[in-house]
């Protein structure tokens, strides 16, 4: 009996120490393992793990993507309008050795801190970097703005153990102070712009009136100059016959064109005409000229 009672307790001080020594890492996380405060073991990968008891302490942190949101950050663009963004940033802990060196034992509330000004200095440049302004910040070009902010925050974050996931920009405000200024100064440049686009397009319409006006001009010279050449040609052609028809009868030449005249002169409501009485325009109406014409018709 006294030997029982003698191996009870040490089967229970046997039992404890195993339990203690033992220990459970969750798929949810990563461990280290302390021996006063020196790194002993990393336990990055799900399952049981064994220390020494009493020496040993397991410290866990997440393996799981954290997020962090940042304050209203105030930005300065290159077209001097200033803007108030916030963003949010996922990342997670990537070497638990170096993050637990970085930032020692209260890591999780400093790596918030460090993170939020590692990630406050990153928006400031390159939202304030040459050739970016807020209407890029506004643009779908935002997107790689955000990458580079991610790239380059990530790079500094490799120091603490972190990696950075992603990056998001949420609200882009302008501060209430500036508003009504920005207002304006965005209206006189949108005025100024369609001044100038108006007097563009007065320009192009000048040319093309002047072109226009040019082609009109050669087109009517040319259609004037067609013309006359033209109006010579028939001239010379109906010369030729009125000289072919003449060389043939002379006489009927004389009466044809006489009929022509009396067609022209008499045209109208006018017919009356003040003439002297020898005149030879009436030569072929006179019944005497009548009477003879008919004498040599006879004979």
């Not at 089967?11 to 020196?38: C, H, N, T, Y």
């Amino acid at each position: 009996m006294k030997k029982l009672g003698f191996l009870v307790p040490v089967v229970v001080i046997a039992i404890v120490g195993a339990l203690s020594s033992m220990f459970i890492v969750d798929e949810r996380e990563k461990v280290l393992v302390l021996r006063f405060g020196q790194i002993k073991q990393v336990r990055e990968e799900p399952g049981l793990g064994f220390k020494l008891p009493l020496l040993d302490e397991v410290v866990r942190y997440e393996d799981r993507i954290l997020t962090l949101e940042t304050p209203m950050i105030e930005v300065t663009p290159a077209d001097d309008r200033r803007l108030e963004v916030d963003a949010f940033v996922l990342y997670r802990i990537a070497d638990i050795r170096q993050f637990r060196q970085a930032l020692g034992i209260d890591g999780e509330r400093q790596a918030e801190i460090q993170l939020n000004g590692i990630l406050d200095g990153q928006i400031r440049a390159v939202l304030g970097s040459q050739g970016v302004t807020s209407d890029t910040i506004l643009s779908p070009e935002r997107s790689a703005l955000m990458d580079q902010i991610q790239e380059r925050t990530d790079q500094r974050a490799q120091a603490l153990g972190l990696a950075v996931v992603d990056v998001r920009l949420r609200q882009t405000n302008l501060p209430e102070q500036n508003f009504d200024a920005t207002l304006q100064r965005m209206i006189a440049e949108r005025d100024r712009e369609a001044t100038d686009e108006r007097a563009r397009g007065r320009e192009a319409a000048q040319r093309v009136t002047a072109l226009a006006d040019r082609t009109y001009t050669e087109i009517l010279s040319e259609a004037r100059r067609d013309a006359r050449i033209t109006e010579g040609e028939a001239d010379a052609e109906r010369n030729k016959i009125f000289a072919q028809a003449y060389s043939k009868d002379a006489e009927f030449f004389e009466f044809y064109r006489s009929l022509s005249a009396y067609e022209e002169a008499l045209k109208g409501n006018n017919s009356t005409m003040v003439m002297s009485p020898d005149s030879e325009f009436f030569n072929y109406l006179r019944s005497d000229q009548g009477s003879r014409s008919a004498e040599g018709e006879n004979n």
